[in-house]
């Protein structure tokens, strides 16, 4: 089994685990386009506790990958509403389904179609 179907395993665990609401592909496109990052502990999740990371997900994702163009309070309550999605007793939100699903939440799943 690669690495890459290693965390594949384990984001299909979390999905099952949680009930969450995204499609497998998408979580895989996702998780592909994100490369090396996800083999690392510090990048592989988002933490929603902290602002810093919540404002990095804004700028570098729904602005800068999805083209998102909404003011800043509406994309980060779509991040708060992905982080209660992801439940908040969950300790690592993996951030290729955290991606997945805001893509999918903003109808922009088209940008992991290659």
Same mark, same amino acid.
């Given at each position: ?22 499609? #497998? &592909?998408? =979580? ?7 490369? $090396?990052?996800? *083999? ?38 779509? #991040? &708060?509403? =992905? ?7 969950? $300790?690592?939100? *993996? ?20």
């Amino acid at each position: 089994m690669t690495k890459f179907e290693e965390q594949m395993v384990k984001y299909k665990e979390a999905i099952s685990k949680y009930s969450i609401d995204v499609p #497998v &592909d998408l =979580v895989e496109s996702a998780a592909a386009a994100l490369g $090396p990052s996800i *083999y690392k502990s510090d990048s592989n999740g988002v933490a929603c506790s902290q602002k810093s990371e919540k404002d990095y997900v804004v700028e570098k994702f729904l602005k800068g990958k999805l083209g998102l163009s909404e003011d800043d309070a509406t994309l980060m309550k779509a #991040v &708060d509403e =992905v982080c209660e999605k992801m439940g908040t007793k969950n $300790p690592m939100k *993996y951030r290729p389904i955290f991606y997945a699903l805001l893509a999918k939440k903003f109808g922009k799943e088209s940008v992991y179609n290659a």
